[in-house]
């Protein structure tokens, strides 16, 4: 599933596609889960001839506001990817929407549709977008308000409990290992168990994974990179997790792997201790 960078990054790929450009035309399949809960007439008409005015990304959401004041919000899922494709693009059938501008097609590619699709008419912001929780980077992810979540979710396994967008917004399934790797905690450690020490070297380590991957992914700050992951470098968890008979970058020792909260996690347990 997409998580905080990947979304910056298709976030990224459309904006400077289209930024300031009129959408000429809208293609979309109306009948796609996609659009579940979305006027799809209604998204279609206010789109078509006004401009991509701006977007943000925020956990793992984006929003495109146009200069009617309309807004469309996009939540990648598992498989969803946005493409700047050419003028002539032809929508494949995972193609599910894509707007036209003069030149390029911004497609909206999501082939197992656990994605969303949602779309604002104005004026104001949408509810689902002040619904998301204050990002990790923010003044308002603080040691405090950490730990009072995770004793309020003491018995559950930090993994799982770092996977919840409600507290964590952007942190998925990669993340949540890359930063318990990092931090030297077992991901079965339960929540409520944790050290204050423990608890101020996680708070510490989600910041420090979202700022790297957002540079890193993304490329903010920079250039956007040609494509995902093609400069996160091997001393990350990431590039050996899922690797045959992958080996921990620091330890060089196995890599073990688990289902913890209901997600594929990985640990190196000559680190991460239980």
């Not at 912001?125 to 979710?153: C, K, M």
């Not at 018995?155 to 964590?168: N, S, W």
């Not at 991901?187 to 957002?214: D, Q, S």
């Not at 996160?232 to 792997?257: E, K, M, S, V, Y």
């Amino acid at each position: 599933m997409p998580e905080l960078a990947e979304v910056e990054f298709y976030r990224r790929r459309w904006h400077e596609a289209a930024a300031g450009q009129r959408i000429t035309r809208v293609a979309l399949h109306p009948g796609a889960r996609v659009f579940r809960g979305t006027d799809t007439t209604a998204l279609a008409r206010m789109i078509t001839g006004t401009r991509l005015q701006g977007s943000e990304a925020a956990a793992k959401q984006m929003i495109f506001r146009f200069a009617n004041g309309a807004a469309l919000g996009l939540h990648l899922g598992m498989s969803g990817e946005l493409e700047a494709a050419a003028v002539g693009h032809e929508p494949a059938k995972h193609d599910h929407l894509v707007l036209y501008t003069g030149r390029s097609a911004l497609v909206f590619r999501d082939p197992r549709m656990f994605g969303r699709v949602l779309f604002h008419r104005g004026p104001g912001e949408p509810r689902w977008w002040q619904d998301i929780a204050p990002a990790i980077l923010s003044p308002d992810f603080t040691v405090a308000v950490v730990a009072s979540f995770l004793q309020r979710r003491s018995r559950a396994p930090i993994k799982a409990v770092l996977l919840m967008q409600e507290r964590f917004p952007g942190i998925g399934n990669w993340m949540a290992d890359e930063v318990l790797w990092r931090a030297a905690i077992h991901p079965r450690r339960r929540a409520g168990y944790l050290t204050p020490a423990e608890i101020r070297i996680i708070h510490r380590k989600c910041r420090n994974v979202c700022r790297m991957a957002l540079k890193t992914i993304a490329g903010q700050g920079g250039r956007l990179p040609p494509d995902l992951n093609v400069h996160i470098p091997d001393r990350w968890l990431f590039n050996h997790r899922w690797q045959p008979g992958g080996t921990c970058p620091r330890t060089r020792r196995p890599l073990a792997h688990a289902t913890i909260g209901g997600r594929t996690t990985c640990w190196s347990p000559a680190r991460q201790k239980i």
